[in-house]
């Protein structure tokens, strides 16, 4: 008995080192991955064709100018079926080659390039005219095999030159930065045609063009494209800062001069990077090369602080740019095994991949202390290329298990009736109408890649190069004769000796599947990363300044509404100025206070002041949601809700609270519910204003109500835009308040409030997540456990990782001014804190919210019964949401 014991236990530990996954499992993973390519692009072309995109929340195509305008987002969109061509190369790679075929015919038959329509070049040259390319080839390896596309006639190519001769006028500029953004109809000509007025790019803007460019040349035997590429990477590295060879974010296509001079590996930058690296693959040039490594080496030096990659300064690169992340950086390990630096490519991704068990998906931004900083996700692949990649160059089964998560966490938040929703808050599990191209030209060439074995491949990728895109341009290009004798050079200062040095670049890419014969390696990388991620978000003990002495008045102890504090802030030079959005700002000026003692006195308690905010940032609670369940929503409508620090912890509750919502009265529930009998057993309705939350509280407790949801009074007020907001007590116990208390923003309350007018009986769900949608339509009970990912990390850890989001504060230092500043709210406590870039500064904004504070002249008494002018009417929000039903009841007929 004991050998077998030690025998199992032994079998255990080998397993928790990395278990090879069976040849079945990983064939079921692939089969799931094309089953899931299969309901994004059938519902693509069902509900969208030939729009660009699909609407994956209303079964419909987005269409430019019919949708309400997303500002730069929308550049994207020309018209010209993007998702379609986008996707043609991932047909083939996941061996749908009728499919292909039929789409190419599509293409060729619909889409047209001359649109009266302004868009972006970048992402037109990597979509669509790498998705054009990407097909060419395709198309070409396939009729070369002599059974399919034999009527091919190189169409797709002319198409893409068409489309890269509608791009070139962008680079008409004095420095050979395209501009951002051109007419395809009409080109660059000015205002008329809504180009040519812009003066800056991003880096990666106008360095992410070479690979599309020069394949363009070497297919149609043009140099015009490869020419303008590299006179444009020539410019960005001349005018790269010579001392820390990095590059900025943002540059002014005339005059060369840096916008924002902020450096890092993300967004804005990344592709510039990547391009150099695979311009010297897929062309052999190396120049390409050796700029690629110098950049590589002040990455390393400056950027690089393993596992984070923190943006810097270009002109000082010691000094942080911000203390936060975006997750397009998740690119960059992949890369460095591109590279053959695998070592810190492991530990960066090992770090991503526990901040994606935290919160199911890489929010877009999040912090050094891995809190979320921006909540969306728009299902990026960026991890999933690089779990790929080091997949190929560890053989390490770990990466096929992240794998497996990106797949489960997409199927179960983000999949939909009519495809998969872009995750508009990856806290609450609320969707976004959208999915991008990107979505099916990346995300699922990768997963499959990552799960198929060799055979089940339709070509050898080796012989391909990925473009930012996922675009398969073959290696066989570097081969074609080209001249580019032509090309004006923005080369006038003469290399060093050493950028000549050949010491100095490793001039071969590694041989990937033979860097580790030890499986043992990348694991020990790992470890430490999930313990630094596990242990994240550190508490530091308050600062108290050695041998000062207390102040009269205790920024703990401080309440906005209490005169004799008002008075002692006066007397130390501190004003206090009431906020229109309910908040409260204190304002320090040393010169008022009424003795030099006093004026210490004002400035330590701004010290305070700003300590306890930043605690009370680290203590928030995540956001909580409220979700309508009754007919017509079916749980469709997910509202994001702050929290309250007092009531029922809903996170510990595995069914949340449900029932029917009522309006109290009187609305604000600041004196003893009159409608008691409507209200007992129902969720009440209140309005934000005119007392403390807790007394709201207890007075809908006292009348029997089962929760209560607090409306901000604030019009315009939104989730969308502003931070997450948290009700704290009045000050004394709140134990006896035992029902859960959350907070809406105007427009959600707004829509919770219409429904209501509109049916009359609304039931919703108050939890931490939403849950799943799919047996709320069906007509099911609902199940008693929530939506939860990876949750034996996720509830210990977003406990403290409070989400950072949600703060609007920026801190720092206070000094010996002679003036500083802080917004706050004693009274009734916290607003989230807006993180943002931290510098010594004369000037200390610490930030709470205050409810008790308002001006009694703003109070408001009464319930708005009539609908605000500028609200969407429930007829037009729930003609989608019908849509969307209707969708899905015909999906259960067809599965039937």
């Known amino acids: 008995m004991p050998s077998a014991l030690f025998v199992l236990v ?86 749908k080659t009728t499919e292909f075929e039929a789409a190419v015919r599509r293409v060729l038959t619909d889409v047209r390039l001359d649109n009266d329509i302004v868009v972006s070049v970048f992402e037109t040259n990597i979509r669509v005219l790498g998705g054009l390319l990407g097909g060419h080839s395709m198309a070409v390896m396939l009729k070369e095999e002599g059974q399919h596309m034999q009527w091919y006639r190189d169409e797709l190519l002319h198409m893409a030159k068409d489309l890269g001769l509608r791009l070139l006028p962008a680079f008409n500029t004095s420095s050979g930065l395209p501009y951002p953004r051109v007419n395809l109809k009409y080109g660059v000509r000015g205002p008329e045609t809504r180009t040519g007025t812009e003066t800056d790019t991003c880096t990666a803007c106008a360095g992410t063009i070479i690979l599309e460019f020069a394949a363009l040349s070497r297919f149609s035997g043009d140099p015009v494209f490869e020419m303008h590429a590299r006179r444009a990477l020539d410019f960005l590295w001349e005018k790269r800062q010579r001392n820390s060879n990095l590059v900025g974010t943002t540059i002014n296509i005339h005059s060369g001069e840096w916008v924002r001079r902020d450096s890092g590996v993300g967004a804005g930058i990344d592709s510039y990077y990547e391009y150099l690296l695979k311009a010297y693959v897929l062309l052999g040039d190396d120049q390409f090369l050796q700029r690629f490594n110098i950049h590589y080496a002040s990455i390393m030096k400056y950027i690089s602080q393993p596992p984070l990659l923190l943006d810097v300064h270009i002109h000082k690169p010691l000094l942080p740019a911000r203390t936060w992340m975006d997750s397009l950086l998740a690119f960059f390990p992949g890369l460095q095994v591109l590279k053959g630096d695998i070592r810190p490519a492991i530990e960066t991704h090992e770090m991503l991949y526990q901040v994606t068990k935290k919160h199911n998906f890489l929010p877009e931004a999040f912090t050094t202390d891995f809190r979320v900083h921006w909540a969306q996700h728009p299902l990026r692949p960026e991890f999933a290329e690089s779990t790929y990649f080091l997949y190929k160059a560890t053989g390490d089964p770990y990466y096929l298990e992240a794998g497996r998560t990106i797949l489960d966490n997409l199927n179960r938040f983000a999949r939909v009736p009519c495809g998969f929703a872009a995750m508009k808050d990856v806290r609450t599990g609320s969707h976004e109408d959208r999915m991008d191209s990107f979505f099916l030209a990346e995300m699922f060439k990768y997963l499959f890649l990552l799960f198929a074995d060799v055979e089940d491949l339709p070509f050898d990728v080796e012989d391909y190069v990925f473009t930012t895109e996922a675009h398969l341009l073959p290696l066989s290009l570097s081969t074609v004769a080209l001249s580019l004798s032509s090309v004006p050079s923005n080369r006038t200062i003469p290399q060093t000796e050493e950028e000549l040095d050949d ?32 242990k994240s978000c550190p508490r530091p ?31 130390m030079g501190v004003s206090l100025i009431h906020l229109k959005d309910g908040r409260v700002q204190l304002v320090q000026h040393a010169t008022q206070a009424v003795s030099p003692i006093a004026a210490e006195d004002g400035i330590r308690f701004m010290q305070e002041m700003m300590e306890l905010s930043s605690q009370q940032q680290k203590e928030q609670l995540p956001p909580r949601a409220i979700q309508i369940v009754s007919h017509p929503f079916f749980g469709r409508v997910v509202l994001t809700a702050g929290p ?137 009970a609902l199940p008693g456990s929530l939506i939860e990912g990876s949750a034996d990390v996720v509830h210990e850890a977003e406990k403290d990782c409070r989400t950072e989001a949600t703060t609007p504060t920026s801190f720092a230092p206070v000094g010996q001014s002679q003036s500083s500043t802080a917004e706050t709210d004693k009274s009734e406590a916290v607003s989230s804190q807006e993180s943002s870039d931290t510098s010594p500064a004369r000037e200390v904004n610490p930030t709470a919210s205050s409810d008790q504070a308002k001006d009694d002249s703003e109070k408001k008494a009464a319930p708005k019964n009539d609908a605000d002018s500028n609200s969407q009417s429930v007829d037009e929000m729930l003609a989608d949401w019908r849509e969307d039903l209707e969708a899905f009841r015909q999906m259960e007929k067809d599965e039937l």
């Open 10 to 95: 032994l079998l255990a530990a080998l397993c928790s080192l990395g278990c090879a996954m069976s040849q079945e499992e990983k064939h079921k993973l692939k089969t799931q991955v094309v089953e899931m390519f299969d309901h994004a692009y059938q519902n693509y072309m069902d509900h969208a064709y030939p729009a660009d995109e699909l609407m994956p929340l209303t079964c419909r195509g987005r269409v430019r100018g019919l949708e309400p305008s997303r500002g730069d987002v929308d550049d994207a969109l020309g018209k010209f079926s993007l998702t379609l061509i986008d996707t043609l190369d991932t047909l083939v790679l996941l061996n």
């Open 503 to 534: 010491s100095n670049f490793d001039w071969t890419c590694p041989n990937t599947r033979l860097l580790f014969p030890d499986p043992a390696f990348p694991r020990n990388l790992r470890e430490p990363i999930r313990s630094v991620v596990d």
């Open 541 to 571: 003990a308050p600062y108290r300044e050695p041998g000062m002495g207390a102040p009269p008045l205790r920024a703990q102890d401080f309440m906005a509404n209490n005169p004799e504090h008002l008075e002692l802030l006066k007397r």
């Open 644 to 780: 309250a620090q007092f009531g029922m912890d809903l996170s510990k509750s595995s069914t949340g609270v449900r029932g029917f919502v009522t309006v109290a009265e009187p609305y604000t529930g600041c004196s003893e519910i009159t409608n008691s009998e409507y209200v007992r057993g129902h969720i009440a309705l209140l309005q934000r204003g005119q007392c403390m939350f807790a007394e709201k509280a207890r007075h809908i407790q006292k009348a029997g109500a089962i929760g209560g949801v607090v409306v901000d009074d604030n019009e315009g007020s939104s989730s969308d835009t502003a931070p997450l907001f948290q009700m704290a007590g009045d000050g004394r116990s709140t134990e006896d308040i035992t029902l859960p208390l959350l907070f809406l923003f105007h427009k959600e309350g707004n829509i919770l409030l219409e429904a209501l007018k509109e049916y009359r009986e609304v039931e919703v769900l108050l939890s931490d997540k939403a849950r799943d949608r799919a047996t709320i339509i069906k007509g099911k």
